[in-house]
């Protein structure tokens, strides 16, 4: 194993892909000569070249239409976006036509498609360039999300993404960007899609999370274990859609207590989905009703201060966990 930062994984796994399948080459503004703007890209142009490691003009219309025509015809496109915010000036491209070329031409067509970059709050960067939404593209039929929360995550789903035949997009977080951890030192370490994690093994509640989320209720989980003698179970989501279930309801059975952590706004949020799967398939294991902690339901807030009380943290989710199981101050 070799501890990587999360941005040197997803790095790896690109140059990994490029090497392995002459048909991978990734495209977006900034990626080649710049290293990108977050620096994922980073020396892959000079080893690489023009035709693996494509500058786009500041378009994403145009460069993720160009990059949804390419995998019609065979070539595996990795589109880089410099905020997830800005797929929304693409919407038709990047949602309508990749989810539904499959079903409309019968099978015959795939669209073998990668949409990646940063989709988080946190950063002070305004409410323009802040969205977190793997909600929306979950709920359309024919797209995969995903949303990797360590470096081994981030380089096993987006080497799977970039094998898979159906556009998946990959929601990224420039505050994990940084994070060092373990990762296998493997050109063949894949993790499937649609497979959750048990990242903390517990009995008394499951706290569900994913993204930047999951590190906030890892550290939640060990203050409760230390202060209070709780032992949480943290389960990953890393997948969106497809969606374990199965992970899921096998936790909430063992704990019969379940705690959804989300930066998704509250309205139509995926915790929102898993709610229901819960109370649905789960209901006669509760001991207690689900429990959700969101982003608050407001645009993203300038302010650093206000921001770090809008997205979710590891003291919201102490204190959610505290106030489920009544354990006093």
């Avoid at 209901?283 to 201060?305: E, G, K, Q």
Wanted: hydrophobic share 40%; aromatic share 6%; proline share 5%.
């Amino acid at each position: 194993m070799a501890v990587i930062t999360y941005r040197q994984a997803l790095k790896d796994a690109l140059a990994e892909e490029i090497t392995r399948d002459e048909n991978v080459f990734v495209m977006g503004e900034e990626v080649a000569q710049y290293n990108g703007a977050y620096k994922v890209t980073e020396g892959l142009w000079k080893k690489f070249g023009d035709k693996r490691l494509v500058d786009a003009p500041i378009s994403e219309a145009g460069f993720i239409g160009l990059g949804i025509g390419a995998s019609f015809l065979g070539l595996r496109p990795v589109i880089e976006m410099m905020f997830f915010s800005f797929v929304y000036v693409a919407w038709d491209q990047a949602v309508n036509n990749t989810s539904s070329i499959r079903y409309m031409s019968g099978g015959l067509i795939n669209c073998p498609l990668v949409i990646r970059g940063p989709a988080n709050g946190g950063t002070n960067v305004g409410a323009t360039h802040s969205h977190t939404p793997e909600n929306m593209v979950a709920n359309v039929p024919g797209l995969k999300v995903v949303v990797p929360a360590t470096p081994a995550d981030a380089k096993g789903l987006l080497k799977s993404a970039i094998r898979d035949n159906d556009p998946v997009f990959v929601m990224e977080s420039t505050l994990l960007y940084g994070n060092e951890g373990e990762v296998p030192e493997d050109d063949e370490f894949l993790i499937p899609l649609g497979k959750a994690d048990v990242k903390r093994e517990g009995s008394d509640i499951t706290i569900i999370a994913h993204g930047g989320c999951v590190l906030a209720a890892l550290k939640a989980a060990e203050k409760l274990k230390k202060e209070h003698n709780v032992d949480c179970e943290v389960v990953d989501l890393r997948s969106i859609r497809p969606l374990d279930k199965a992970t899921i309801l096998k936790s909430v059975k063992k704990t019969n207590r379940a705690l959804l952590v989300e930066e998704n706004k509250p309205f139509c949020g995926v915790g929102a989905q898993i709610s229901h799967i819960i109370q649905r398939e789960a209901f006669d294991y509760l001991d207690a009703p689900v429990h959700r902690i969101s982003a608050v339901d407001a645009p993203a807030i300038y302010s650093p201060p206000v921001e770090k009380v809008q997205v979710p943290n590891a003291e919201q989710v102490f204190n959610e966990v505290r106030h489920m199981l009544q354990i006093k101050a």
